[in-house]
């Protein structure tokens, strides 16, 4: 007797047997001679053996065999997703089972942005035909920009922290790619190419404002602006702590829209301690401190003031009456002197918003804006600094066309 370690089938026909643990097997058989009676057996991995009786001039067939009838594959995907585990197993008999582990390709297929997140995909393609390709999906994270930190000048007169937009879009190209191809953000601005952009549709406040370059400022028409560094005028400095202002108007709009000069539920306080904040600080605000702002009578320049309001917890405030007549901030002690440390200029993107400007002389461009204080006699007006640099208290507290000049207060860390 001979051991074989296949199955041989004597016959003029193929035959599909089951003589292996791992796969099925086809083999093609041949007529045989022979000239007596042996006992062949074949024996395979978790097979009994089977006996085959051959007589002379005779072909016969094995018994105890069947055409695997694989089941529905599972796949397996390793923890980091390097590969992925094919597996069927035959229903006819569960101890046959196929497996393949084959390895991953990875692609990206949406780049993560600050603002989005992206996806990525892993691929196992399997040379078994009975398994199919498989994918995996992972979520990328948004990208994580370098907080933008203040940066102070030489003579630490000025310092540069935050963005908002302030220049007009001229380039012919640029705006026609902004047009196309610019993503809006939940945080209020465009972005393209790594670069954040406003689009305003234009309200000037008369007819013959103008942009910088001379050009007369349309109203009903989009405009684009783009996101730059805001630069901060140093007031006051007290344990490496700096009280800033902005060196321009950067933006325009009302005092109180339900026009009351209560500074604590005004409109204008929340807009810089929201909407002007999360936009200005988009990049960084770990250096802006919460500052208790004095809204006491005295800081408004009459005392008693019936509309004097509490004083209230703030990132973003407005500079008080008393605080534009301080001389220990570089301001004019009077009020009601035409004083150059009171001016201010508006941006391209407060005049298109509708600010008030001067259109002639030195004080060409120069803003009105609003302070955080009451006016004494009027719950309808507050106290504000026209384009000459006078101080007065009778306008109306829902006029949309005087500024905003923001104020901040910021630590200053050892390294900068």
Same mark, same amino acid.
């Given at each position: 007797m001979k051991k074989l370690k296949l199955l041989l089938c004597i016959s003029t026909c193929s035959l599909i047997i089951c003589? *292996? /643990?791992?796969q099925s097997s086809t083999y093609e058989s041949k007529e045989a001679e022979v000239s007596s009676t042996q006992s062949i057996s074949s024996t395979a991995p978790k097979s009994e053996p089977i006996s085959i009786n051959v007589s002379q001039g005779r072909s016969v067939t094995p018994v105890s065999t069947h055409t695997h009838q694989w089941g529905t594959p599972s796949y397996t995907w390793k923890d980091d997703y390097s590969s992925c585990t094919a597996k069927r197993v035959c229903t006819l008999d569960r101890s046959h089972e196929q497996t393949e582990t084959a390895a991953a390709s990875y692609q990206v297929v949406t780049e993560p942005t600050y603002e989005e997140t992206g996806l990525g995909r892993y691929t196992a393609t399997f040379n078994n035909p009975g398994f199919t390709t498989q994918t995996y999906e992972v979520t990328?994270? +948004?990208? +994580? @920009? &370098?907080? &933008?930190l203040p940066i102070f000048s030489e003579d630490n007169k000025t310092v540069t922290y935050g963005r908002y937009p302030q220049s007009r879009i001229t380039d012919t190209d640029l705006l026609d790619k902004l047009e196309e191809e610019a993503d809006w953000q939940d945080s209020g601005y465009y972005l393209y190419e790594g670069e954040y952009y406003a +689009?305003?549709?234009?309200?000037p406040k008369e007819d013959n404002y103008k942009f910088d370059d001379g050009t007369v400022i349309k109203t009903n028409v989009y405009y684009w602006f783009k996101y730059e560094p805001i630069t901060w005028r140093v007031l006051n400095t007290? =344990? =490496?702590e700096y009280l800033l202002l902005s060196n321009v108007l950067l933006d325009a709009t009302k005092y109180d829209s339900t026009n009351n000069n209560n500074y604590e539920d005004s409109s204008i306080r929340d807009y810089i301690n929201s909407t002007f904040f999360d936009r200005a600080f988009a990049f960084g605000s770990s250096n802006v401190l919460t500052t208790t702002v004095d809204n006491s009578a005295p800081t $408004? /320049?009459?005392d008693p003031n019936e509309f004097e309001c509490d004083d209230t917890e703030d990132k973003v405030f407005l500079l008080s009456y008393k605080d534009y007549i301080n001389t220990d901030y570089g301001f004019d002690s009077s009020p009601t002197s035409y004083s150059s440390t @009171?001016? *201010? +200029? $508006?941006t391209e993107f407060a005049r298109a918003k509708g600010a008030l400007i001067s259109t002639s002389g030195d004080e060409i461009n120069n803003g009105l804006y609003w302070t955080r204080s009451p006016n004494a006699g009027n719950k309808r007006y507050a106290s504000y600094v026209r384009n000459d640099g006078y101080i007065g208290y009778d306008n109306n507290c829902s006029y949309a066309y005087l500024c905003v000049r923001p104020a901040i207060r910021i630590k200053r860390n050892i390294e900068q």
């Open positions: 003589a *292996c /643990g791992s990328l994270d +948004k990208l +994580k @920009r &370098e907080e &933008e +689009k305003v549709y234009s309200q007290f =344990n =490496n $408004t /320049g009459s @009171r001016y *201010c +200029k $508006t």
